[in-house]
């Protein structure tokens, strides 16, 4: 596991609290900002992996 994998997950968990914050809060642009973290971390999350398959 590489450090794009750990940063994209980490951006997921923090893009899903957010949303949810929004969400609960009603504040649309925080849960559209949640959304926006989870979507770049996934990216970021595949990006590690595809390094990783190269390295292999």
Do not use: H, Y
């Amino acid at each position: 596991m590489n450090k794009d994998r750990v940063e994209g997950s980490l951006k997921q968990a923090k893009g899903a609290v957010k949303e949810a914050a929004g969400k609960i809060t009603g504040d649309a642009k925080l849960q559209t900002e949640g959304k926006v973290d989870k979507a770049t971390g996934k990216l970021q999350n595949a990006v590690g992996g595809l390094k990783d398959q190269l390295k292999k």
